[in-house]
């Protein structure tokens, strides 16, 4: 959000004289533009998923954070946001979605059972236990079962501060 | 019709076949599993509606739960066929309804009880390369975490 | 000429598959030949896990099976293990029972309606609707039990809390709002050209055999079987109530889309009914906290999305020896192969969200 202010601020602009061009370093410009506009995977696994749609709808709204567009194909996506339970059956899928969405991308772990297993950990013989057991690295975890929508776009912003944070790495 | 009368019906109309009998569930023998359940639907029962098969393991014996329901009498019939563990088979019921389809499939895949006739004995919920029928009580599998008990 | 059939993948990860279904689709240039659905990739194992709980601590995980209607699923459970124990719930709790249940059918049925116009093209609009009402149901239960999706409200012998202070009010307001809102759906959807074009007789489900395959719940309504636990085994105090059973006529993807919005109304009456007539008392009886179970039992109620039943074995001790999860998707989706045969490729979208599966409950 800082970056965004930087760049768009007034006196940004005003110190440039007779121009209408910004300026700014590549990585906090690249990083402002990968942040602003998350775009998620439409991949609803269980219960979280019906939590993440109403994340997406009309009360909630997750548009105002730049990650309305669910997109149906991995290969248009930013971000993948695991909302359920990872099954033995699901789970070479779900790392196969993960392998093809492009760089740079992003995960959320959404609720216990993408974290851990959560409430089917003890006992089952069919849940892989997180998200990480599959192979698949998590940028943010968000607990609850499920997370409130609040809760999730926390999770959005702590990613956004996160990718803000990131250094461009020296060639 | 109520339920006793339907079971009544069934004692008189298959002798001998009937091992055990409560107020609302029968024990059928292994054999008469077709013709007493195509007399349950097309019969005066009217019990057209299959609404679950299930099985519970008794460690020696397999027990076979169907559930039928009938719309015109308002009664629902537990049938229960056991089979002793080293000749898990039973006939079949895809013939009389599609519903018995996927539920026998279900139990084929939980209990690795065999239905004899069904045309696509796969599992259903677990992979296609999966060992072991789940619902055993003596199923073992590694990465199984037990709750731990006070 | 030449034939060629194309096999196509449809999941799990598919926008329109309402969870992880996979299905396996043969094509004749447009013309689907045969259909094979796959299911299981959300098994996760509730009825091994049952075997190794209490019944006071299996709760939560009912809320798991239909996530969309996790109060019908607790209300199932509830009743099989009372049944069992031959439990009967205080008279205040099976008011309060009837009036939690209802108003999670009203938001399943919304959820329901909206996904289905979603996936015949209405994108996002009908959807935004439905979760703006929907909401107003989920922050009545929020205030009531302090969750909004699973809920874990009732227990053996009643539910777990009262209702909170002023929550009736809220909930009259709630049923005012959402008759007067209910017209804005007829207008979006019921007479729409194209919704109508999309989804009358497309995936025509014959009573036979809707009956023949087990189909129960607003599916089996929509082909004309007017067959309602509610009123035709009446639990709770449902007998005490004046419901109309909602049927269809032609049993096409349009009818159970009707059923489910006439539904919405005949709910919105039951709740208004229990909430008059709600008796003062105890929340819940008292009942022991550890049990034997002994014997079994098989209790069916009617769930948003048709029969749910509960089969529960015990053996003496305190956990459940069996417990059996008779789940109305299951049966509603063994259909779906014999119903899309035949038809072409972009109605299977339409016929399976008129369907209203839910996978949480199909794999357990």
Redesign the interface.
């Known amino acids: 959000m800082a970056v965004n202010a930087k760049i768009l601020g007034a006196e940004v602009i005003d110190k440039v004289p007779g121009g209408s061009f910004f300026l700014a370093k590549t990585e906090d410009l690249f990083n402002w533009a990968k942040s602003s506009s998350l775009w998620p995977?439409?991949?609803?696994?269980?219960?979280c998923?019906?939590?993440m749609?109403?994340t997406g709808?009309?009360?909630y709204d997750i548009d105002r954070f730049g990650s309305g567009v669910f997109r149906?194909s991995?290969r248009q996506c930013d971000v993948m946001i695991i909302s359920?339970?990872i099954?033995?059956?699901?789970k070479d899928?779900i790392k196969r979605?993960y392998d093809q969405m492009p760089e740079p991308k992003y995960v959320i772990a959404m609720g216990n059972c993408a974290i851990s297993g959560g409430?089917?950990?003890?006992?089952?013989?069919?849940?892989v236990k997180g998200a990480e057991a599959v192979g698949i690295p998590v940028d943010v975890f968000v607990a609850g079962?499920?997370p409130?929508p609040e809760n999730l776009l926390h999770g959005i912003i702590k990613l956004q501060e996160k990718i803000n944070s990131t250094k461009a790495k020296k060639a | 019709m109520d339920i006793t009368a339907i079971i009544q019906s069934l004692v008189e109309k298959f002798p001998g076949v009937i091992i055990d009998q409560s107020a609302d569930r029968v024990t059928l023998t292994k054999e008469a599993v077709l013709p007493v359940f195509e007399f349950l639907k097309n019969g005066p029962a009217a019990c057209v509606s299959l609404h679950g098969v299930t099985a519970v393991d008794r460690k020696e014996t397999v027990e076979v739960v169907y559930h039928v329901h009938s719309f015109q009498h308002r009664v629902m019939l537990t049938v229960k066929v056991i089979l002793p563990n080293d000749n898990l088979n039973v006939p079949s019921l895809t013939s009389l309804w599609g519903a018995a389809d996927w539920m026998e499939r279900e139990v084929f895949d939980l209990f690795g009880v065999r239905f004899e006739g069904h045309p696509d004995m796969r599992r259903i919920l677990n992979p296609e390369n999966w060992t072991g029928h789940p619902l055993r009580k003596d199923f073992q599998m590694d990465g199984v975490v037990p709750r731990p008990v006070k | 000429m030449d034939f060629q059939e194309l096999i196509i993948n449809m999941g799990p990860q598919h926008p329109s598959t309402h969870g992880v279904l996979f299905l396996q689709l043969k094509l004749d240039g447009e013309v689907i030949v045969d259909c094979q659905p796959n299911i299981g990739y959300l098994h996760r194992s509730i009825e091994k896990i049952a075997e190794n709980r209490s019944l006071v601590q299996f709760m939560p995980f009912t809320d798991r099976l239909d996530y969309i209607a996790s109060m019908n699923n607790n209300l199932g459970f509830c009743l099989a293990a009372e049944k069992l124990l031959s439990i009967t719930a205080s008279p205040r709790a099976q008011y309060l029972r009837v009036i939690v249940a209802e108003l999670n059918r009203v938001a399943s049925h919304l959820l329901a309606i909206s996904t289905f116009a979603q996936d015949l093209g209405a994108y996002a609009t009908p959807l935004f609707y439905a979760l703006r009402d929907r909401e107003k149901i989920i922050q009545i239960f929020d205030q009531i039990c302090g969750q909004r999706l699973t809920y874990n409200y009732l227990r053996l012998g009643g539910v777990s809390r009262d209702l909170p202070l002023g929550i009736d009010q809220r909930i009259k307001d709630f049923i005012a709002y959402q008759r007067q809102t209910l017209p804005e759906y007829h207008d979006l959807l019921t007479g729409n050209v194209i919704f109508c074009a999309r989804s009358k007789h497309i995936g025509v489900l014959h009573k036979d055999t809707a009956i023949n395959y087990g189909v129960t719940g607003p599916n089996l309504r929509a082909s004309g079987v007017a067959w309602d636990l509610r009123k035709d085994e009446p639990y709770l105090m449902y007998d005490k109530f004046d419901f109309n059973v909602v049927t269809g006529a032609a049993g096409d993807s349009w009818d159970r889309y009707d059923v489910r919005m006439r539904e919405i109304e005949e709910s919105l009456k039951i709740i208004e009914q229990a909430l008059g007539g709600l008796p003062e008392g105890d929340p819940v009886v008292k009942v022991n906290k550890v049990f034997r179970l002994n014997g079994e039992a098989y209790m069916r109620t009617e769930n948003p999305r048709g029969e749910l039943g509960f089969y529960i074995v015990g053996d003496g001790g305190p956990l459940p020896y069996r417990l059996k999860v008779r789940s109305p998707s299951f049966s509603n989706l063994s259909v779906l192969a014999t119903m899309i045969k035949g038809m072409n490729i972009s109605d299977a979208v339409c016929v399976l969200g008129s369907l209203d599966i839910v996978m949480g409950e199909i794999d357990r």
């Open positions: 995977l439409t991949f609803g696994l269980a219960c998923a019906i939590e749609m109403v709808g009309s009360h149906a991995p359920g339970t099954c033995i059956k699901m899928s979605l409430i089917f950990y003890h006992d089952s013989y069919s849940v079962c499920p409130r």
